[in-house]
């Protein structure tokens, strides 16, 4: 079972899947922003740039899937990404929940990522905030922008994990095996 997944990690198409997914959420993200006109909080934001995370580690992943190397930053960064997204994705859905109780929860107003990593600077139109917390504006089958991404998060999260522990299985070289 090890092998099978270190095998199916080895070859770039598992890892074009994984970057074709964050690219469709992260441009979803946008449509949501610009076609639809609901504007992110700063959780969202922090979600949005999680999504971006996966999308690297899915490049990354594809460059040199059979490098061990190149695998492994692939599935840490996949493992980070995934975890940090989870988390706030985790804390938007309480504020929701929260508010829609009739209490009362805030969130900045502006991102706070480090200085060698200001994607709020870099790219304003996908990273900058522009929206509050806590409103829920879209709903699919009765759950939240941001419990569908705690969801998704929650899975990539998941794979990864799986990944991660696949890479401990050994691929034998004999063709009967």
């Not at 804390?91 to 929940?97: D, S, T």
Request: glycine content about 8%; charged content about 10%; aromatic content about 12%.
């Amino acid at each position: 079972m090890l092998a099978t997944i270190k095998k199916i990690s080895r070859h770039r198409l598992s890892w074009f899947l994984l970057l074709l997914s964050a690219l469709a959420l992260l441009a979803s993200g946008l449509y949501f922003q610009y076609g639809l006109n609901l504007q992110p909080c700063i959780k969202c934001i922090y979600i949005r740039a999680a999504f971006a995370g996966v999308l690297l580690a899915g490049l990354l992943g594809l460059l040199a899937p059979k490098q061990s190397i190149m695998r492994l930053l692939a599935i840490a960064l996949w493992l980070i990404s995934a975890g940090s997204g989870l988390y706030h994705a985790v804390e938007l859905v309480n504020i929701e929940q929260t508010l829609a109780a009739g209490g009362f929860s805030s969130c900045a107003l502006f991102a706070e990522f480090p200085a060698w990593l200001a994607l709020d600077k870099w790219l304003p139109a996908v990273f900058e905030v522009t929206g509050s917390c806590g409103g829920v504006d879209w709903q699919f089958l009765g759950l939240s922008m941001a419990y569908w991404s705690m969801l998704i998060l929650a899975a990539y999260l998941l794979s990864a994990v799986v990944v991660l522990i696949g890479q401990l299985g050994r691929i034998s070289n004999n063709p009967y095996r």
